[in-house]
């Protein structure tokens, strides 16, 4: 008779337990697709590969693309600006990096335009940043000053410009971003830690 | 944690209202499934919702962009289309329990006193359900969304003297357009499922609580009627049982069949030059379309509609016996299955082209479904019922 009444509150306790945990795991997985559901869609992942067109950039000269919502600094830099940056003393830099880890050719600089301070877009000065001798990027807001490879050369910058993923289809096409890669807030500054395709 | 509990307790009322309203509350024992499908409803309540929810992040209630916009959630949004076809099929679920619910309440004489009240409110539940269908189904902006809710507003225009204005007032246009599509979107959105339906469903379930519910027999519980049990844990669990049996077939439809649900011309964009051959409203409606269309006359037309629902309001006055359940009442019991039969000849008919043979069916059910509240007052007079109260008890 006790034995009857223990097995029976066994039983209850077992059939209890047992649906509450499907139970939970029903409501877990029904609540996967409403969380997915508030990620990017398709056609933004999709929009993280965009074609640029270099074919006919000069010398000197540079470009803005937007790329996720992003501003995108392309640089054709030329000799004068290659001396510069490659006679740069990199300790001396906040933000040490050397040229082979910033630009994947010499000659051609492609970044994120936005000032690692508080966010602006830096203005290209093609002479002279202003206080110094050499071209680079000047950021009007609170006065950082960035080298035609975007390192952060003064003012309250802590970081050089992030890179994006780029790769050269052929000489006149850059591709740049891939699927997952959010942009500026990934945080890269050297070539060698950007994500593969 | 039973420190916490006082805590709460002292400052709101959290133990008290769980023990009356659940641990401690009195249900019948003898409930049969007919009575799982009021929290059925609630279910399909919750499931539209929470998809409501989540589509009114992507949607764009623009007629530049509506069409479009679903779209987009049903190929680029991650489970869009699950989203989608869940709050589509949803209505069904949720008319499918509501309708079911209604012919309990039918056939048991849950509308009798002291549940009068319960009942009205729970017609006015089913006319906002019906508004809130309908508004959201001009949102896709197809071709179906369109005319649907160009017929729909003209039945307004039958109003006499008034009429033409209010169709123009309730448009905010000449035509259904931006403005309608606009309104129709805050109010689906806002004002009638959680102000409406669910302030309704508040005082739906107080009043239900005040008297208690019904059973099969008849007989309240105040009146020696049948044993109780409480509700947690024997009838929550018997509900999510139920529930996930039905969700099961609704999630048959949704995942395998989803466009059996979805009429075909809603695929197309809507086009204000061209009306489509055959405009049907969803199957929920049927029955009052195909009673509107019986009578050959506009004003008699729509008043005979609205008046199909709204004779369900005298419910409580019609019908005069002291018996409640149609378990003992075998005239009434007759007449009762005959009438859900003719609701859904009624449907069948609602279906198709309103002429010929169909049209005259029509015309018979519409008799019908009247007749059915005609006769029932002067049924006590003939009808040998069992289980009167007896007068001991009353």
Redesign the interface.
């Known amino acids: 008779m006790e034995d009857e009444k223990v097995d029976a509150m066994g039983r209850r306790d077992f059939l209890t337990i047992t649906t509450a945990t499907v139970?939970a795991c029903g409501i877990g997985a029904s609540a996967i697709?409403?969380i997915?559901?508030?990620?990017p869609?398709?056609?933004?992942i999709a929009a993280g590969v965009m074609d640029v067109d270099i074919s006919g950039i000069k010398e000197g000269e540079f470009r803005i693309i937007m790329w996720r919502k992003q501003p995108i600094f392309i640089l054709k830099r030329n000799s004068e600006m290659l001396e510069k940056t490659n006679r740069t003393d990199i300790s001396s830099l906040r933000d040490p990096a050397s040229p082979e880890e910033r630009v994947k050719r010499p000659d051609l600089l492609v970044c994120i335009g936005i000032c690692t301070h508080l966010g602006c877009i830096p203005s290209w000065q093609p002479e002279k940043i202003p206080g110094l001798d050499q071209p680079g990027f000047y950021c009007p807001c609170h006065g950082g000053k960035y080298d035609t490879l975007g390192r952060r050369l003064d003012g309250p910058p802590p970081e050089n410009l992030h890179l994006v993923p780029y790769e050269f289809i052929d000489d006149s096409k850059l591709r740049i971003g891939t699927e997952k890669f959010a942009g500026y807030s990934e945080n890269i500054r050297k070539i060698q830690e950007l994500p593969k395709a | 944690m039973s420190g916490m509990r006082e805590w709460i307790d002292k400052r709101f009322p959290l133990t008290e209202f769980l023990e009356k309203h659940i641990t401690k509350y009195p249900t019948p024992k003898n409930l049969n499934y007919w009575w799982n499908f009021g929290s059925l409803a609630g279910a399909f309540l919750g499931v539209q919702i929470?998809t409501g929810i989540?589509l009114t992040?992507?949607y764009k209630p623009d007629t530049r962009f509506a069409f479009d916009s679903i779209e987009?959630i049903m190929?680029?949004?991650?489970?869009?289309w699950?989203?989608r076809y869940l709050h589509a099929i949803g209505p069904t679920g949720f008319f499918f329990a509501v309708y079911i619910h209604m012919a309990r309440g039918l056939y048991y004489g849950s509308y009798k006193s002291p549940r009068e009240l319960l009942w009205w409110i729970g017609l006015a539940i089913y006319l906002a359900l019906m508004a809130e269908a309908f508004m959201g189904y001009l949102l896709p902006w197809g071709q179906m969304s369109y005319w649907g809710a160009t017929v729909i507003t003209n039945l307004f225009s039958a109003i006499p003297f008034i009429g033409s204005d209010f169709v123009i007032w309730l448009r905010g246009d000449f035509a259904v357009g931006d403005s309608t599509l606009g309104r129709f979107f805050s109010l689906h959105t806002t004002l009638i499922p959680i102000g409406i339906i669910g302030g309704l469903l508040v005082l739906h379930l107080t009043a239900l609580h005040r008297v208690g519910s019904g059973n099969p027999e008849g007989i309240d519980l105040d009146k020696k009627g049948p044993a109780v049990v409480p509700f947690s844990p024997y009838f929550i669990t018997k509900d999510?049982w139920f529930i996930s049996l039905i969700f099961t077939v609704f999630f048959y439809f949704v995942f395998f069949k989803p466009d059996l649900f979805l009429e075909p011309i809603n695929s197309e964009p809507a086009d204000p030059f061209v009306t489509p051959i055959h405009i049907v409203p969803e199957w929920y409606y049927l029955p009052f379309y195909a009673i509107l269309r019986s009578i050959p006359h506009k004003l008699g037309g729509v008043m005979a509609m609205f008046g199909a629902i709204l004779i369900l309001a005298f419910l409580p006055y019609l019908d005069r016996s002291p018996v409640k359940s149609a378990r003992y009442r075998p005239v009434k019991k007759v007449l009762t299955w005959l009438f859900f039969l003719n609701f859904l000849v009624l449907g069948y008919v609602g279906m198709k082209p309103p002429f010929g043979i169909m049209l005259q069916i029509g015309r018979i059910a519409t008799i019908y479904y009247f007749l059915y509240f005609i006769l029932l007052p002067f049924v006590p007079a003939f009808e040998k019922t069992g289980n009167l109260p007896r007068e001991e008890d009353i």
Request: charged fraction near 20%.
């Open positions: 139970g697709p409403f997915k559901a508030m990620s869609t398709k056609d933004i | 929470v989540w992040m992507y987009h190929r680029d949004v991650n489970y869009g699950l989203i999510l």
